[in-house]
């Protein structure tokens, strides 16, 4: 049983060592006077060893010759030998074994007398440095025949190697021709069969493909420039592409120029330049991707192209912040024009301005009113003594001059006039149709005079109901600035937030009075106590 | 301002409105799909023209449309035996860039082969290399990948993962083939190749 299967294991062996001569390649080169082969593997008839083969060579154009075995040619059915090969035996070979037919070119080049090699008849071995170097005199043929091998670097022994092969970690001087040759003795004599390995070291240590700059870039293109892109690689020899990818690739307006420039260790320094030649809108806020494709790299670098703005975007920029601010400065004024009183009151509360402490005067102002007709005008009478001084004492903190209230009667009623007038700062006249009666008369002209004339004391009028016909009233009157003519508006200008009461603040004197507002401790100050009229 | 926008994640974003399981896959429709770009290869201007070696050195040749293999060649044979030893590496760049994609054409009796692995299996179809390959994965396309520290390249398919392109001997014929493999560790020492570029000596000539 064990015998049948080593037999097997040795029919498999002996079939398959015999298989590896098969020649494939028609093109075959042999060196003059040694000895050569070719075996004859037709696929369906490989293993019919009782087919006859039949080897023909074409001599010219058309004719074509059986070979037989003569001094030098030995036909053993499916292999012819050579021995040796001479340079007549070039020449197109054919098999031939039923239907199937192969044919080889066989080359035969003059042997090189002066080296043990031929330049033309070298096998080429790539090693790398550091990396296993494997020479292997191996002949499948010859091996089984009577032989002896030796190798040869560069025609000459290797020192210190006395075996038919090398195997070692590869350096830059093992590059070299290394010669193996199969001495051979038989019936038809003693041959050389030689074949030589060029081998070639390489050291590729340091040489990695690198693609330089950011990942991801933001530039800035000005519409209707010109703009380019830049892609630079350093490239391992010929190996790896630069390429770019983006939308619209067959936009003409796009170019890709390429620069390569040689670096030194063999490798290749490559730019790859995207020119966009007039930017467009649709160029704009797209991605374009530049790709270093090698075998041992694979890296990509983005550019995203952004608007840059032009000096039309910087002008119209301008113009807009322009436009804006002064609208804004306009809107400004106007709020300043329209809020002017609470703007001042707001500054004077909080300067804690007070015009009334240094000049002298006893009352803030003097207040001029008719003071006759209480049955007709009630309403009038009210204001003066009740409203008004409610407001402008109670809450904001004023001292007033009431004649009918603050002066004892018994006194020379114009001297007292007088000398009240002088000793207060405004003049409040609260004017109505009857106003112009006798009474008040004087007080209106004293106050004129000193206002106008004399420049001591500031008027102000209180329309309290509307006046149509200013006539009756003196003309020097009409001098007095319109802001300093304040409307009572009845039931509107009642609380003490109304702008009536805010105007006349306004024309009063500043006054530090600070625990005006906090003297309601419920900050309820929208309207007077007495407001129920 | 335009960074800010670009930067949105409303506006890379894709509004899904339907989900569906079927047949086990679970599948999303986008309510605007007009902006979603599928994955293409597109050819680069630039061929190569290579010489691909083994682990052993062989040199690679086409013999028929479903075979090519691997023999020890000399220089001068490697050159006579062209166009069949001359294989076209033609790189491709994706939309996605994944690695370095190639696609390998050879010439043999005046037409043009595409090395693909469809099925898994190799082989040289007739035709040229496709301009655009609208599809992110393809049997002609391959990732040409070089392995650290060694000047050896692997081949992986790009439509089969770990399958990369291989030597292996056939033990009917006894010789080297080019097969798709499937391979665990990347560094298989039968998935690499030495690939050079192809010189033809003009003073050379096969007779």
């Given at each position: 049983?064990?015998?049948?299967?080593?037999?097997?294991?040795?029919?498999?062996?002996?079939?398959?060592?015999?298989?590896?001569?098969?020649?494939?390649?028609?093109?075959?080169?042999?060196?003059?006077?040694?000895?050569?082969?070719?075996?004859?593997?037709?696929?369906?008839?490989?293993?019919?060893?009782?087919?006859?083969?039949?080897?023909?060579?074409?001599?010219?154009?058309?004719?074509?010759?059986?070979?037989?075995?003569?001094?030098?040619i030995?036909?053993?059915?499916?292999?012819?030998?050579?021995?040796?090969?001479?340079?007549?035996?070039?020449?197109?070979?054919?098999?031939?074994?039923?239907?199937?037919?192969?044919?080889?070119?066989?080359?035969?080049?003059?042997?090189n007398?002066?080296?043990?090699?031929?330049?033309?008849?070298?096998?080429?071995?790539?090693?790398?440095?550091g990396?296993?170097?494997s020479?292997?005199c191996?002949?499948?043929?010859?091996?089984?025949?009577?032989?002896?091998?030796?190798?040869?670097?560069?025609?000459?022994?290797?020192?210190?190697?006395?075996?038919?092969?090398?195997?070692?970690?590869?350096?830059?001087?093992?590059?070299?021709?290394?010669?193996?040759?199969?001495?051979?003795?038989?019936?038809?004599?003693?041959?050389?069969?030689?074949?030589?390995?060029?081998?070639?070291?390489?050291?590729?240590?340091?040489?990695?493909?690198?693609?330089?700059?950011?990942?991801?870039?933001?530039?800035?293109?000005?519409?209707?420039?010109?703009?380019?892109?830049?892609?630079?690689?350093?490239?391992?020899?010929?190996?790896?592409?630069?390429?770019?990818?983006?939308?619209?690739?067959?936009?003409?307006?796009?170019?890709?120029?390429?620069?390569?420039?040689?670096?030194?260790?063999?490798?290749?320094?490559?730019?790859?330049?995207?020119?966009?030649?007039?930017?467009?809108?649709?160029?704009?806020?797209?991605?374009?991707?530049?790709?270093?494709?090698?075998?041992?790299?694979?890296?990509?670098?983005?550019?995203?192209?952004?608007?840059?703005?032009?000096?039309?975007?910087?002008?119209?920029?301008?113009?807009?912040?322009?436009?804006?601010?002064?609208?804004?400065?306009?809107?400004?004024?106007?709020?300043?024009?329209?809020?002017?009183?609470?703007?001042?009151?707001?500054?004077?509360?909080?300067?804690?301005?007070?015009?009334?402490?240094?000049?002298?005067?006893?009352?803030?102002?003097?207040?001029?009113?008719?003071?006759?007709c209480?049955?007709?005008?009630?309403?009038?009478?009210?204001?003066?003594?009740?409203?008004?001084?409610?407001?402008?004492?109670?809450?904001f903190?004023?001292?007033?001059?009431?004649?009918?209230?603050?002066?004892?009667?018994?006194?020379?009623?114009?001297?007292?006039?007088?000398?009240l007038?002088?000793?207060?700062?405004?003049?409040?006249?609260?004017?109505?149709e009857?106003?112009?009666?006798s009474?008040?008369?004087?007080?209106?002209?004293?106050?004129?005079?000193?206002?106008?004339?004399?420049?001591?004391?500031?008027?102000?009028?209180?329309?309290?109901?509307?006046?149509?016909?200013?006539?009756?009233?003196?003309?020097?009157?009409?001098?007095?600035?319109?802001?300093?003519i304040?409307?009572?508006?009845?039931?509107?200008?009642?609380?003490?937030?109304?702008?009536?009461?805010?105007?006349?603040r306004?024309?009063?004197?500043?006054?530090?009075?600070?625990?005006?507002?906090s003297?309601?401790?419920?900050?309820?100050?929208?309207?007077?106590?007495?407001?129920?009229? | 301002?335009?960074?800010?926008?670009?930067?949105?994640?409303?506006?890379?974003?894709?509004?899904?409105?339907?989900?569906?399981?079927?047949?086990?896959?679970?599948?999303?429709?986008?309510?605007?799909?007009?902006?979603?770009?599928?994955?293409?290869?597109?050819?680069?201007?630039?061929?190569?023209?290579?010489?691909?070696?083994?682990?052993?050195?062989?040199?690679?040749?086409?013999?028929?449309?479903?075979?090519?293999?691997?023999?020890?060649?000399?220089?001068?044979?490697?050159?006579?035996?062209?166009?069949?030893?001359?294989?076209?590496?033609?790189?491709?760049?994706?939309?996605?860039?994944?690695?370095?994609?190639?696609?390998?054409?050879?010439?043999?009796?005046?037409?043009?082969?595409?090395?693909?692995?469809?099925?898994?299996?190799?082989?040289?179809?007739?035709?040229?290399?496709?301009?655009?390959?609208?599809?992110?994965?393809?049997?002609?396309?391959?990732?040409?990948?070089?392995?650290?520290?060694?000047?050896?390249?692997?081949?992986?398919?790009?439509l089969?993962?770990?399958?990369f392109?291989?030597?292996?001997?056939?033990?009917?014929?006894?010789?080297?083939?080019?097969?798709?493999?499937?391979?665990?560790?990347?560094?298989?020492g039968?998935?690499?190749f030495t690939?050079?570029?192809?010189?033809?000596?003009?003073?050379?000539?096969?007779?």
């Amino acid at each position: 049983m064990h015998l049948r299967v080593l037999v097997v294991i040795f029919l498999i062996f002996v079939e398959g060592n015999n298989s590896e001569e098969c020649v494939e390649r028609s093109f075959i080169t042999a060196l003059e006077g040694e000895p050569f082969h070719l075996k004859c593997c037709l696929s369906a008839r490989r293993h019919h060893k009782n087919k006859t083969f039949t080897w023909t060579k074409r001599y010219g154009r058309n004719s074509t010759m059986k070979l037989s075995s003569n001094e030098n040619i030995i036909i053993n059915g499916s292999v012819i030998e050579f021995w040796p090969i001479k340079m007549n035996d070039n020449g197109i070979y054919s098999c031939i074994a039923g239907n199937e037919n192969k044919s080889w070119t066989i080359s035969v080049t003059k042997k090189n007398r002066h080296g043990c090699f031929h330049p033309n008849h070298l096998i080429t071995i790539e090693a790398d440095v550091g990396k296993s170097l494997s020479i292997n005199c191996i002949d499948d043929y010859y091996q089984k025949k009577d032989h002896r091998i030796s190798l040869f670097k560069n025609c000459s022994p290797i020192p210190g190697n006395y075996r038919s092969s090398i195997l070692k970690n590869a350096e830059l001087k093992d590059e070299g021709n290394y010669t193996c040759i199969f001495f051979l003795s038989n019936k038809y004599g003693s041959f050389n069969v030689t074949k030589t390995f060029r081998v070639k070291v390489k050291d590729n240590i340091s040489r990695v493909p690198k693609l330089f700059g950011n990942m991801t870039n933001y530039v800035e293109a000005e519409l209707g420039k010109k703009k380019t892109l830049n892609c630079t690689a350093i490239l391992d020899g010929t190996d790896g592409r630069l390429y770019w990818d983006y939308m619209e690739e067959n936009d003409t307006n796009i170019n890709i120029n390429k620069i390569n420039s040689s670096d030194s260790n063999a490798m290749t320094r490559v730019s790859s330049l995207l020119e966009i030649k007039i930017v467009k809108e649709e160029n704009l806020n797209m991605w374009y991707n530049c790709t270093l494709s090698s075998p041992s790299i694979t890296e990509t670098i983005a550019y995203f192209l952004k608007k840059k703005e032009g000096p039309a975007d910087i002008s119209r920029h301008i113009f807009i912040i322009a436009l804006v601010s002064s609208a804004a400065v306009i809107f400004l004024v106007i709020m300043c024009v329209i809020y002017r009183v609470d703007i001042l009151l707001c500054y004077r509360d909080f300067l804690r301005r007070d015009e009334t402490l240094l000049d002298g005067k006893e009352y803030d102002a003097f207040v001029s009113y008719l003071k006759d007709c209480q049955s007709e005008n009630g309403e009038e009478h009210k204001f003066a003594l009740e409203i008004l001084p409610e407001a402008l004492e109670k809450h904001f903190g004023y001292k007033l001059c009431i004649f009918e209230r603050d002066i004892i009667p018994g006194g020379a009623i114009v001297d007292d006039i007088h000398s009240l007038i002088n000793k207060s700062r405004r003049l409040i006249i609260v004017l109505s149709e009857n106003y112009m009666s006798s009474k008040v008369k004087y007080e209106l002209e004293s106050g004129l005079h000193e206002a106008l004339v004399e420049r001591k004391i500031k008027i102000i009028l209180i329309e309290f109901t509307p006046i149509r016909d200013f006539t009756f009233l003196p003309q020097s009157l009409k001098l007095l600035k319109s802001h300093r003519i304040l409307k009572w508006k009845a039931d509107k200008s009642l609380p003490y937030n109304s702008r009536f009461w805010k105007n006349l603040r306004y024309l009063m004197p500043a006054k530090n009075t600070k625990n005006v507002f906090s003297s309601d401790p419920l900050g309820n100050e929208l309207l007077p106590v007495v407001s129920k009229f | 301002m335009a960074l800010e926008r670009h930067c949105d994640r409303d506006d890379n974003a894709i509004n899904l409105i339907a989900v569906e399981l079927r047949e086990g896959t679970l599948y999303f429709k986008a309510e605007d799909d007009d902006d979603l770009e599928s994955d293409v290869f597109t050819k680069c201007e630039d061929s190569k023209d290579s010489v691909l070696r083994n682990q052993k050195h062989q040199v690679l040749m086409m013999t028929s449309e479903d075979t090519a293999v691997f023999e020890t060649m000399t220089q001068v044979e490697i050159e006579g035996n062209a166009p069949q030893t001359k294989f076209v590496i033609q790189t491709y760049k994706e939309s996605t860039p994944r690695g370095y994609a190639v696609a390998i054409m050879v010439r043999n009796k005046n037409e043009t082969y595409i090395l693909s692995c469809q099925g898994k299996a190799l082989k040289f179809q007739k035709g040229t290399f496709p301009p655009c390959i609208d599809s992110d994965v393809s049997d002609l396309i391959f990732y040409q990948k070089k392995v650290k520290g060694h000047e050896k390249m692997q081949f992986e398919s790009s439509l089969y993962q770990k399958c990369f392109l291989a030597c292996e001997k056939e033990s009917k014929s006894g010789h080297f083939k080019l097969v798709l493999k499937e391979v665990c560790q990347e560094e298989d020492g039968v998935t690499l190749f030495t690939v050079k570029n192809f010189l033809e000596k003009k003073d050379i000539k096969p007779l």
